[in-house]
């Protein structure tokens, strides 16, 4: 009976102050990466100490007590999540709940270059498919952007993880004067190997020593240039992301569009982020954060966590507010990409 409370707490569905029910949970493992994406990170990242991480048990606790309270889709992120050491040792204790069907979907973005060593082990835990972050097929400016990525390395990784039987999409920023007239060559080549592509606009996260202006292209001008040679076709559909697609005639493939600057995407929004630290922000786009590290620690059961999760969606605003700061040329949120976990 004195436990009846505490379960209904502990199951209790994620509803935000707007209606929308949380089921979605995408969680930084690692603020570190082996590459130095020039929209992403400075170029002399200070990473946190490892004292302020979550273990890898801590962050498996957190996510099952999001799990039972209704998250379907967890997400894995970084930074670089395979560089995490041990990270498998976390995949598969949560590939537990893809057994039990209390979770639908296990997956990973990554940036490629750890996918050949750990392909096979993602699918034997149950992850069906990955994003992978690239920019472009120019080794050259590969190198460019990622300071000093090795495209090759990034490329094996990709058939590595075809040949395990993994569903790849690819994910790439757009990129003035850098990449934007590289995007119909790129789309080719991905559906060319039956992998979708999404674009996505540079965020104004986090200071990285370049001016978000320079860098900043805006999707309705990209997807202009494209229709004037391939066939568009709005599909209605949705993957439990922000991006909005269209069947490409001329490939038979999919391309997506997420445009946090141009058009939000906050009316459906059913996610929440964690950070490696166990902060939880409700928004990419606010400076909000609850700190679940505290009382994740602070008792062995997960009452006070459960409470503090309750506490922090009833926070989750309704919308973003981006925007590229012109007269300062400054993020609008301070903390890095890498640091929120996509």
Aim: proline content about 4%; charged content about 25%; aromatic content about 4%.
């Amino acid at each position: 009976m004195n436990g009846s409370p505490s379960t209904d707490q502990l199951t209790r569905p994620m509803v935000d102050p707007f209606g929308r029910t949380i089921r979605y949970l995408r969680v930084s493992v690692t603020d570190r990466c082996d590459l130095r994406c020039f929209y992403c990170m400075s170029e002399d990242m200070t990473f946190l100490p490892k004292k302020d991480l979550l273990t890898l048990e801590e962050l498996d606790r957190l996510c099952s007590a999001f799990i039972a309270k209704g998250v379907r889709k967890i997400r894995l992120t970084g930074g670089e999540p395979l560089v995490r050491r041990n990270v498998m040792t976390l995949v598969r204790s949560l590939s537990r709940h893809l057994g039990t069907g209390a979770l639908d979907e296990l997956t990973l973005t990554t940036n490629g270059s750890q996918l050949a060593r750990f392909a096979g082990e993602l699918r034997d835990c149950g992850i069906r498919r990955v994003n992978v972050s690239l920019d472009t097929l120019d080794a050259q400016k590969f190198r460019a952007i990622t300071r000093w990525g090795d495209l090759d390395k990034v490329l094996a990784g990709i058939e590595a993880a075809r040949d395990a039987g993994l569903a790849v999409k690819i994910n790439a920023v757009a990129l003035k004067n850098m990449n934007e007239e590289e995007i119909p060559s790129l789309m080719e080549w991905a559906h060319g190997k039956g992998m979708a592509l999404t674009l996505i606009e540079v965020m104004p996260m986090g200071e990285i020593g370049e001016g978000r202006i320079d860098q900043y292209v805006p999707l309705s001008l990209l997807r202009a240039r494209l229709a004037q040679h391939y066939t568009l076709t709005d599909l209605d559909e949705n993957t439990g992301g922000p991006a909005r697609y269209v069947r490409v005639a001329e490939t038979g493939g999919k391309l997506g569009f997420i445009t946090p600057m141009t058009h939000n995407f906050c009316e459906s929004c059913n996610r929440v982020r964690i950070t490696c630290t166990g902060t939880l922000h409700t928004c990419l786009g606010h400076e909000d954060a609850s700190d679940l590290r505290k009382p994740l620690r602070a008792s062995a059961d997960d009452d006070l966590l459960s409470a503090a999760i309750d506490r922090a969606i009833g926070l989750k605003p309704k919308g973003h507010d981006f925007i590229i700061d012109r007269r300062h040329n400054r993020p609008s949120v301070s903390r890095h990409m890498s640091v929120t976990g996509g």
